[in-house]
């Protein structure tokens, strides 16, 4: 029986997701919580549903999956969430989504572990792979901070924090502008993590995109970032295909050493010839369509582990060379407002990349879209001055 997989969150990464498993023949089920996302319109959507997102009626998306179960009782049913607050969510409802055979990790034990920026240093640490350097509150007021230095919330997508409003990260040059994001994240009731900023450009930060089942790899894709949005904290606008060992064993250790299964994105920043976890994400990320161009289709390999069909030794890059490239948001922050790279690249990275967000000439309909809805908001925002020239606090 042909495989129906229902994937929630269809921006660009879980676009990536509807035609990764689409063009291997899945029937794939849509959802999301606006009609306009551009993955929903994918050529390979076999229907598509509009649930609440669970920060505004987590029971109601719950109930609507169990309906889609009910509706497709008869089909081979599997379940894959792209964005965080989706596989917190469904990890925490488990039981009411048992016709659905999961492609993400159902532990919430070990999901709060990674998604706990403070659990997962002091994971990180205990298996001896590198990290950076973590201060405390008391070391920004007795002066023994290394500056530049990270603040980030602890767990800004759980549940409870969600309707707190709290920042992804921030990036403070010293003392006075890193108590004011302690006091505001102290005032919100947010524990939070504050690490060394490793240096380098966005160019050093590095992914491995891993594929596992059990704490065993089974597939790993590995590559950098160019550039991203806003620069220096942010999501790829230009992303390429880099293959290094080293990752590749780093991130087997961690996956077994957490026992995890389904897609996972590490990120790493190379610094004196090591990498160093920034972060671990219990789902794919946006720019892993270029992953499957090197031959790492991680859904995939995901979907056919829950079937009981593993491959023998994880699968690697199989293409040395690609790039991946966003436009819009590349034109707006980096050549727009920060003003870091030219026109003439920009065109370049446009004809020469082999993966892009949205366009794919044989699936024109979300390009489309996104050209209709959400490249004209972008516009708005960009003239009321939403978007903002980036600099280190």
Known sequence: MKPTVV???CNRNGLASIRSLGKAGCKVIAVDHHWAKAGQYSKYVYKRYKFPKPGKDPKALVQGLVQIASDFSDDDLYLLPVNDEYVQLLAENQSLLSDFKALYETDVTVLNKISNKLQFADFVNHISIPQPKQFSKSDVENGTVT???IIKPDNRRATDNLSKGLFKVKLCENAQ?????????????SPYILQEFIPGGDDELFTAGIAAWDGKLLGCFTGRKVRQYPPKAGQATLAEIVFDQKLVDYSEKIISELNYSGIAQIEYKKYDDDFYVIEMNPRSWSWHSLAQYAGVNLPMITLDAARGEKPSSP???KIDQGEWYYFVEDFIYNFILNRNVSLRSMVRSSLA???HAFFDSKDIMPWVIYMIYELPLRIVQLVLGKNRKVDIH
């Open 353 to 355: 990349s082999e993966a």
């Open 315 to 317: 699968q690697l890059n």
């Open 147 to 149: 500056w530049p230095v």
């Open 177 to 189: 502008v890193a108590s004011k994001f302690i006091a505001e994240l102290e005032s919100k009731l």
């Open 7 to 9: 994937i929630i969150d």
